[in-house]
Nanobody
Framework: QVQLVESGGGLVQPGGSLRLSCAVP????????IGWFRQAPGKEREAVLC????????TYTNSVKGRFTISRDNAKNTVTLQMNNLKPEDTAIYYC????????????????WGQGTQVTVSS
């Protein structure tokens, strides 16, 4: 089982920013697309963004377009989710996950997951 480790969550005021990191084993990162998902209390898990091995990204949640970006640093074996202008509705547990080569918004098709990191947006 591949182990992913998320970090960077916390409490932030509306309008603030957070940067989430996902540490991925090198071999896995070289062969995988990495997706960020989130799950709010009482809601289904949803795909947020995903990035391919080549660095091409897709945003799956319309509400984060223009505010969230995803990037990968193959030298540091990390994938970063930069979240700006955060809103209370962004409050959720955020997870990163791996999928062989291609991105998808289907969380069931992702093979390995991190433990999640809590993001709370509140004044």
């Amino acid at each position: 089982q591949v182990q992913l480790v998320e970090s960077g969550g916390g409490l932030v005021q509306p309008g603030g920013s957070l940067r989430l990191s996902c540490a991925v084993p090198k071999f896995t990162l070289e062969h995988s697309a990495i997706g960020w998902f989130r799950q709010a209390p009482g809601k289904e898990r949803e795909a947020v963004l995903c990035i391919t091995r080549a660095g091409s990204s897709t945003t799956y949640t319309n509400s984060v377009k223009g505010r969230f970006t995803i990037s990968r640093d193959n030298a540091k074996n990390t994938v970063t989710l930069q979240m700006n202008n955060l809103k209370p509705e962004d409050t959720a547990i955020y997870y990163c996950a791996t999928r062989f080569i291609q991105c998808s918004d289907n969380w069931g098709s992702f093979a390995s997951w991190g433990q999640g990191t809590q993001v709370t947006v509140s004044s």
